[in-house]
């Protein structure tokens, strides 16, 4: 750290908001209660002013008031919205939720997927002087209730009647729930106290703009807006408390990092997709666009369903963000549609990747010329996939919220498309390292942003530490949870991260794992799944997730689900397996079709063949300790609905152990 950082940092972190004499607040780097307020980490080096939503908002408006700010499709048609109407359309939103008694930092919550009534609610709140709480659209109605209840929810604005339906079951356990709105579809019954939207958007219009400008001009930039509740895959959903001034500068100095162009330079096109629950999707999709006048369109709400791709085709997004998950779902549906292709064509486009690939992993020195067949194969091959995926004017392609596979690097990498990884955590406000078109090295999350800071502690002998943060990006603490806030941040101020990384000579992150996943054999031998599941399905085209077993045990073992089809109206994985998956069950001499062909019938070509890569990857191992015993392929693919994943697609470890205690039980039975 700089020795003005350190100044900053040097404040007393175990003790919360106190009181001075005259009943005067100081200010700590932490809060855990909704109206505190925190010292800001500013490093001289990227000062900007701290400033509040309102106030970005307003120098958004005042560049880009006449730019269309969002695109809907309704009734099949695109409805747009500029960015001065959707600022009025904010303002009356805020003064509706005064009217419905939002008390100060008291919370709204928004249960529903991404949509212009989802911005509106989310600016409004924080102009009205409330706290935007996403809510995921996958909670059941007792999780609904631990976040309303748990955020002292004021108003709660919901889709539709089926998510309705989960807050009217549990209304009468929440004291502090005044109103509902439902943006979506008329009301199936009247009931008391519950909106449409446009009944709710009428409500404010005896609230003056002098009432409602002294309420926001009491705003203060080290005060909490927004709420992000972390998905609960390590233990019960904590409320990170994110300040304006974490919003603001991040919306500004992450995605510069990622080289987001302003609109005056050129207007950047997005889609919005991913849940706006979680931080990735509401810091790209919502404050950034503010911040630089972005134009979000919205996608159908089936989009991680199979729909995306004719959003992206309509829109033709200049930047896409997504979970690795996205990407794997993207190059697995390339693989299936090329396997049912003719074999000139499978063969041009294993050339064209091939050529690509290689270019882009020793791309030319800046002023060299493109060598002539990687830009033939793009021409002749690559640009028309990129076209059919909406992706032809895409320029900047991040993916964030989980490590993203070597093969799927690789994969778009033939495809000329550069993920651009992003690394963070909710408890930094998304991003704290970016990469981009300047920042930018094969299997890194690129560096830290431009003033903020990364340290590495507890370091092994190859350079593998706990990655802890430092900056503007830091939250303020967990809502109410003194010890929860206490147990992540260290003397100096900086938050620990729970992953484990690398940083080369430049500054450059890898991620290598998580400490609470780290597995610990009986042995006492340290092992990081993600590398030996990773390079399990590098070997086996047919894997679709691997999960390594070995937590205090003798030996380890692998639970592994095959590709299969999906659903496009559940997004429940089918019994039959991708195209892909197909040809691999061919190479082996297999006919089988489906998952139950395989583990009903216990295929002795696939099991070979799965054995016959497990062990490459075992030749490899680093250790017999990280060599995997024993594994079986469960009969279903993991999914959302089914438990094993979280909202954004990340495996959900421990709910996976219980899931299949049995499987995991038979393997270590004496």
């Given at each position: 750290?700089?020795?003005?950082?350190?100044?900053?940092?040097?404040?007393?972190?175990?003790?919360?908001?106190?009181?001075?004499?005259?009943?005067?607040?100081?200010?700590?780097?932490?809060?855990?209660?909704?109206?505190?307020?925190?010292?800001?980490?500013?490093?001289?080096?990227?000062?900007?002013?701290?400033?509040?939503?309102?106030?970005?908002?307003?120098?958004?408006?005042?560049?880009?008031?006449?730019?269309?700010?969002?695109?809907?499709?309704?009734?099949?048609?695109?409805?747009?919205?500029?960015?001065?109407?959707?600022?009025?359309?904010?303002?009356?939103?805020?003064?509706?939720?005064?009217?419905?008694?939002?008390?100060?930092?008291?919370?709204?919550?928004?249960?529903?997927?991404?949509?212009?009534?989802?911005?509106?609610?989310?600016?409004?709140?924080?102009?009205?002087?409330?706290?935007?709480?996403?809510?995921?659209?996958?909670?059941?109605?007792?999780a609904c209730h631990y976040v309303a209840s748990d955020c002292q929810a004021d108003i709660i604005v919901v889709e539709n009647p089926k998510q309705l339906e989960k807050i009217t079951q549990i209304w009468e356990k929440l004291p502090h729930l005044k109103a509902v709105v439902q943006y979506k579809g008329s009301l199936q019954e009247k009931q008391a106290h519950v909106y449409t939207w446009e009944e709710f958007m009428e409500l404010g219009k005896d609230i003056t703009?002098?009432?409602?400008?002294?309420?926001?001009?009491?705003?203060?930039?080290?005060?909490?807006?927004?709420?992000?509740?972390?998905?609960?895959?390590?233990?019960?959903?904590?409320?990170?408390?994110?300040?304006?001034?974490?919003?603001?500068?991040?919306?500004?100095?992450?995605?510069?990092?990622g080289d987001m162009t302003p609109a005056e330079i050129q207007q950047e096109t997005i889609v919005s997709y991913l849940p706006l629950s979680h931080i990735a999707?509401?810091?790209?999709?919502?404050?950034?666009?503010?911040?630089?006048?972005?134009?979000?369109?919205?996608?159908?709400?089936?989009?991680?369903?199979?729909?995306?791709?004719d959003t992206l085709r309509e829109a033709q997004p200049t930047a896409l963000m997504g979970v690795p998950r996205v990407w794997e779902k993207i190059m697995e549906q390339i693989k299936d549609v090329s396997a049912q292709a003719g074999l000139l064509r499978r063969k041009m486009l294993s050339w064209a990747m091939a050529v690509s690939l290689e270019s882009n992993r020793s791309p030319p020195r800046n002023g060299d010329p493109k060598?002539?067949?990687?830009?033939?194969?793009?021409?002749?091959?690559?640009?028309?996939?990129?076209?059919?995926?909406?992706?032809?004017?895409c320029q900047k392609h991040f993916s964030g919220a989980a490590p993203v596979t070597t093969e799927t690097l690789e994969f778009f990498l033939g495809l000329n498309i550069t993920l651009y990884e992003a690394y963070g955590m909710s408890e930094t406000s998304g991003p704290h390292c970016m990469s981009g078109p300047d920042t930018q090295r094969f299997q890194s999350c690129g560096k830290a942003v431009p003033g903020c800071q990364v340290k590495l502690v507890n370091k092994d002998a190859d350079g593998n530490g706990e990655i802890c943060f430092w900056g503007r990006t830091v939250f303020m603490g967990y809502l109410h949870m003194e010890d929860k806030t206490k147990e992540v941040f260290d003397d100096e101020g900086c938050l620990h991260s729970g992953d484990l990384g690398k940083m080369?000579?430049?500054?450059?992150?890898?991620?290598?794992?998580?400490?609470?996943?780290?597995?610990?054999?009986?042995?006492?031998?340290?092992?990081?799944?993600?590398?030996?599941?990773?390079?399990?399905?590098?070997?086996?085209?047919?894997?679709?997730?691997?999960?390594?077993?070995?937590d205090r045990r003798k030996f380890l073992s692998m639970l592994l689900t095959?590709?299969?089809t999906?659903?496009?109206?559940?997004?429940?994985?089918?019994?039959?397996?991708?195209?892909e998956a197909i040809r691999f069950c061919q190479d082996t001499g297999s006919k089988a079709t489906t998952v139950s062909d395989i583990v009903g019938q216990k295929d002795q070509a696939v099991y070979r063949a799965i054995q016959g890569g497990i062990d490459k990857v075992n030749r490899e191992a680093a250790s017999n300790a990280q060599r995997i015993q024993k594994w079986i392929i469960l009969a279903k693919d993991f999914s959302i609905s089914g438990g094993e994943m979280g909202p954004t697609m990340k495996l959900k470890r421990q709910a996976i152990l219980e899931k299949y205690k049995k499987e995991v039980d038979s393997f270590y039975k004496v």
């Open positions: 750290m700089s020795k003005e950082s350190s100044v900053i940092a040097e404040q007393t972190l175990n003790v919360p908001l106190s009181e001075k004499s005259g009943g005067e607040r100081t200010e700590t780097l932490w809060t855990t209660s909704p109206d505190g307020s925190v010292k800001l980490r500013i490093d001289p080096s990227c000062s900007q002013s701290p400033i509040t939503v309102h106030q970005m908002f307003l120098e958004c408006v005042d560049r880009y008031g006449a730019l269309d700010a969002m695109s809907s499709k309704r009734g099949g048609v695109w409805e747009r919205v500029t960015y001065l109407e959707y600022y009025k359309l904010c303002r009356r939103a805020a003064k509706s939720f005064l009217k419905l008694g939002l008390g100060r930092f008291h919370s709204v919550g928004i249960l529903g997927f991404n949509s212009p009534e989802w911005f509106i609610s989310a600016v409004g709140t924080v102009f009205a002087g409330g706290i935007t709480t996403g809510i995921y659209t996958t909670n059941s109605p007792e703009d002098a009432h409602l400008d002294d309420i926001i001009s009491a705003q203060k930039p080290n005060q909490c807006c927004v709420l992000i509740y972390t998905s609960g895959t390590t233990g019960i959903p904590k409320g990170v408390m994110l300040s304006h001034d974490n919003i603001t500068w991040t919306a500004a100095h992450a995605s510069r990092a999707g509401q810091i790209f999709d919502l404050w950034t666009g503010l911040k630089w006048g972005e134009h979000v369109y919205f996608a159908d709400p089936g989009a991680l369903k199979g729909t995306l791709v060598p002539f067949l990687p830009t033939l194969a793009d021409f002749l091959v690559l640009s028309k996939i990129r076209r059919a995926l909406g992706l032809s004017r080369d000579a430049d500054g450059f992150l890898q991620v290598t794992g998580r400490i609470k996943e780290l597995l610990i054999t009986a042995g006492g031998e340290n092992v990081p799944p993600v590398l030996i599941e990773d390079a399990v399905k590098r070997q086996l085209a047919i894997v679709s997730t691997a999960v390594l077993i070995g095959l590709k299969s999906v659903d496009p109206d559940t997004s429940e994985p089918t019994d039959n397996l991708t195209q």
